[in-house]
């Protein structure tokens, strides 16, 4: 059973927007005794899914919360977007696959990063990533 401890809501929409919100990802993953491998790997994925969000939703909000579940707290993170959405989820998670001039590891490398990843898209709708890095992952 997972508990919900705290909840926030930032809007992300610029880069400075992006250091404001790594930031509080940190102080809360900090808060609940993350170790630095654990905060660097959330920290990671938190920050290329924020700027796809800005890069391809145009901006969206970050849903920042700390949870409990038996014997762990962890954070968790809910990015969405009213952008134009992902036509083909199953190729956007291939390393490599980009629709920018990037690496294309964006998706997959924060799924990787993450204990928990789901993600929901529609075309013409948006996009709505959730990760979760737990204490003790």
Do not use: C, H
């Amino acid at each position: 059973m997972i508990v919900l401890l705290s909840k926030e809501i930032l809007a992300v929409a610029t880069e400075p927007e992006i250091i404001l919100f790594r930031n509080r990802t940190r102080e809360l993953a900090i808060k609940i005794g993350m170790g630095l491998v654990n905060q660097t790997k959330l920290i990671t994925a938190a920050s290329e899914l924020a700027r796809n969000m800005i890069r391809y939703g145009g901006g969206g909000t970050v849903t920042l919360e700390v949870i409990s579940a038996p014997k762990t707290t962890g954070v968790r993170l809910t990015f969405r977007d009213e952008g134009p959405g992902i036509a083909d989820l199953s190729l956007a998670m291939r390393d490599g696959f980009s629709t920018g001039k990037s690496l294309g590891l964006g998706l997959p490398g924060a799924k990787r990063l993450a204990n928990e990843f789901s993600i929901q898209s529609e075309v013409g709708k948006g996009t709505t990533v959730t990760i979760t890095r737990w204490k003790n992952g």
